[in-house]
């Protein structure tokens, strides 16, 4: 089972016992499945080279920042180690693409749920694209005859108070925090992840959202 935790490092714990009972026929409690993911983790991490190194190379001008502090044992500070206290990415197709989003960013944090309970911040921002005035007037026109009782109580409310289209600008077309919302969603289930997978399903996530 250890290379399908390699193979989906997301993978919920009780999906991993419904695997292995399907698999093997073989029944393991919560607390054994959830160390064998944690111990084929730590493998992974030890075994594979540094993700935010690769990335750094085959992504160049890729950012990357990392704060350490010393490592001190019986009042001698170790020169040869440090730990690890956090570090900001942001992958280089991301930075060119903030050329096109609306101005604004939705700054959030998200708790990891796994062996480093720290909180993990996203900037997210939207493409530009918004929707114009005569295409919404045609959308409402549709939905008025089909729902005229409905939209006789909408028509009693101006149409800058709750469209973009006529929002003249206000919040950049931009109405609610939902975008951040939807982000911490994608990345539930890596949030459990080590920090090296963490990093690494980043990447894997936004390059298929380039590739789409």
Known sequence: ?????????????????????????????????????????????????????????????????YVTRSFIIDGVQDNLCYIFER????????IDDFNYYKPIVQVDGAFLTGKYHRTLLTAISQDGYEMKQLTLQLKLSTLRSQ??????????????????????GRRYDHMTTNLAE????????????????????TFEITKSWFVE
């Open 147 to 168: 729902f005229q009782q409905a939209f006789a109580w909408i028509d009693q409310i101006p149409l800058k108070k709750w469209t973009q289209a006529y929002d003249e």
């Open 87 to 94: 570090v900001f990415w942001a992958f280089k197709p991301c």
């Open 1 to 65: 089972m250890v290379n399908s935790d390699k193979a989906n490092k997301s993978i919920h714990v009780k999906s991993l016992i419904a695997e292995i009972k399907s698999r093997y026929g073989y029944f393991v409690t919560y607390k054994k499945a959830w160390m064998e993911k944690e111990n084929a983790l730590v493998m992974d991490s030890t075994t594979e080279t540094n993700p935010i190194i690769i990335f750094q190379e085959s992504v160049p001008r890729t950012i990357v920042e």
């Open 182 to 201: 939807c982000m911490n969603f994608v990345l539930k289930g890596a949030r459990s992840l080590s920090i090296c997978a963490l990093v690494k399903t």
